[in-house]
């Protein structure tokens, strides 16, 4: 089946202690796509400026991406620039130049609004309201925010929230959206405000699904070392909506799988600067690790 991804498109400068990466392909768009893309049909719904890249545009149909609802309008791409300490849990932004993604409003062509599996990555979860607005009875939408929505979108993100079957944040955007220290009890909160289905995403320490079927530990994968982990987030809930709309059969009998198979693709992603490992993988790489992960929680 096919997904559709909405989201930033964007082109990042990144700086590490060990190197400097200027206008690199990113955006949760573009990450997002191109994970989900070695499970499933994949169609971006973004914006960029006249100066990006053709290089770009042509490794998104590399990956079978369909760009009919890429907008290229005149202007510049949105920018980002960050900086990376030693320890790269710890980041901060140069500058973010919004360019025109300042008045991006995401529109849908007929072909995409029946697409079965929409991906709702980070943007304002307004925008996310208007591409579900768009839809046509979805079978699985699942929503990726930040924390830069919760201070400043509130009321936008809890009216998505009743919207979406699953959504996805880190350990401590959940608390700071429930306003509770402790995690399973911030999580049974999360479900009262709508969506079936949370997943906490908490870096090289994995994921955590809340589910109907319980609670699921779900590992990174273990890397020797780390380059970037930028969009490392977007892989992951990329990888996760194309391998689960790849598979016949119902979402909670797949989601945890997924899961595991999306913890195999965003390690890729920080395993090199941008996209630049990811869009290098195979799908049976992935699969290789994938089976890695699961003799990792064997007992």
């Known amino acids: 089946m096919s997904v559709i991804v909405v989201g930033s498109t964007a082109l990042d400068s990144i700086k590490t202690p060990k190197s400097s990466n200027p206008r690199l ?5 573009s990450h997002a ?3 989900a893309s070695f499970f499933s049909d994949t169609s971006l719904i973004g914006i960029v400026g006249k100066d990006f890249p053709a290089r770009y545009l042509n490794l998104y149909r590399k990956h079978q991406i369909n760009l009919d609802a890429l907008q290229i309008v005149p202007g510049k791409t949105f ?3 960050g900086e990376y300490e030693v320890n790269m849990n710890n980041r901060r932004t140069l500058a973010t130049e919004l360019g025109v993604f300042e008045t991006f409003s995401p529109e849908l062509p ?10 709702l990555a980070n943007i304002a979860p307004a925008l996310q309201s208007h591409v579900l607005d768009q839809m046509r009875k979805p079978k699985f939408v699942i929503a990726d925010t930040m924390d830069l929505w919760l201070n400043i979108a509130m009321d936008d993100l809890l009216k998505l929230l009743r919207r979406v079957d699953a959504f996805v944040l880190n350990d401590s955007e959940a608390r700071q959206l429930t306003n509770d220290d402790n995690l399973p009890t911030a999580i049974r909160k999360i479900h009262r405000l709508g969506p079936k289905y949370v997943i906490i995403k908490k870096g090289e320490h994995g994921s955590l699904l809340s589910s109907p079927k319980g609670l699921f530990l779900a590992p990174a994968y273990p890397l020797q070392k780390v380059v970037d982990p930028t969009g490392a987030g977007d892989s992951f809930v990329g990888g996760l909506i194309g391998y689960l709309a790849s598979r016949p ?5 797949n989601l945890r799988r997924a899961i595991v198979h999306g913890s195999a693709v965003a390690s890729f992603c920080c395993e090199g600067f941008g996209l630049n490992t990811t869009t290098k993988t195979t799908r049976q790489a992935i699969v290789k690790r994938v089976k890695e992960l699961e003799k990792l929680v064997q007992f």
């Open 110 to 119: 007929k072909s995409l609004q029946k697409v079965p599996y929409v991906l």
């Open 33 to 35: 796509c191109v994970a």
């Open 249 to 253: 059969g119902s979402v909670d009998t």
């Open 79 to 81: 920018h980002w620039s």
């Open 25 to 29: 392909l990113g955006g949760s768009a």
